[in-house]
């Protein structure tokens, strides 16, 4: 029996499967952002976002496609998919990427997977007390669409916190420092789930206990003996 009184949560690979999140929503946007931003560029919103975005390009270091102030809409698409084709976690990529999941959750388009064990288990551990929060580099706009439209029904009231690339980085130390901090627990009371054994390696140095999700479909991590590894929420005794 593990005395903790957090459990902080990864999406892709621990909560919903990979396929899910690269073969429905990823697409889903990429093949709607053209369309949408068109349709929506006037907006206030999206316009703070491709303002984000164009200051990122500024600052990347990489070899990018173009952007012609001239054509900032078209300059704006073209890095977009750029930044998808190369799995960025880019803040602004994922603002936009939330905003257009938006339409397609309320629409009935999207609908989340859930592992089978994900909200029994969110349920036992809010009746024990145990505070859960979830951090992923998608927006937390897009962190509530997704747990507020999944096969298990809306599941965000099981939720108390939400954290994204806006915290820090997944796998820099500093980030599940400050949220243990937003949180107000010690982080040797948080338990930590990820897929991915670079994150989990920033929240044990940060102080926080860790278990690595191995589901159906996650690719092979380095050194993953040197983690409490589970297959199921199921498995964890707490």
């Not at 750029?82 to 959750?105: C, F, H, N, P, V």
């Not at 920033?202 to 409490?228: C, H, K, V, W």
């Amino acid at each position: 029996m593990i005395d903790i009184s957090a459990i902080l949560l990864d999406i892709e690979g621990t909560t919903t499967p990979i396929d899910f999140v690269y073969h429905t929503l990823f697409p889903y946007a990429r093949n709607n952002f053209p369309e949408w931003l068109r349709s929506n560029f006037e907006n206030p919103e999206i316009q703070a976002d491709l303002s984000s975005l164009r200051e990122e390009h500024r600052s990347d270091t990489d070899q990018l496609p173009q952007w012609d102030e001239s054509k900032p809409l078209d300059s704006a698409i073209s890095y977009l998919l750029w930044l998808m084709d190369r799995d960025r976690k880019s803040t602004a990529l994922k603002s936009l990427q939330g905003r257009i999941w938006e339409e397609g959750y309320r629409s009935g388009e999207l609908l989340s997977e859930m592992y089978s064990d994900v909200q029994p288990a969110l349920e036992r551990w809010k009746k024990l007390g145990i505070r859960i929060g979830i951090y992923s580099s998608g927006s937390v706009q897009a962190q509530k669409l997704l747990f507020g439209h999944t096969n298990a029904g809306d599941l965000t009231s099981f939720i108390e916190a939400w954290f994204d690339t806006r915290i820090g980085a997944k796998r820099e130390v500093g980030s599940y420092r400050r949220i243990a901090e937003s949180l107000g627990i010690d982080p040797a009371a948080i338990l930590f789930i990820s897929d991915v054994t670079a994150e989990l390696d920033a929240a044990q140095q940060a102080g926080m206990m860790t278990a690595l999700s191995i589901r159906p479909g996650n690719p092979p991590q380095p050194d993953a003996g040197r983690f409490e590894v589970i297959k199921s929420f199921e498995e964890l005794e707490v």
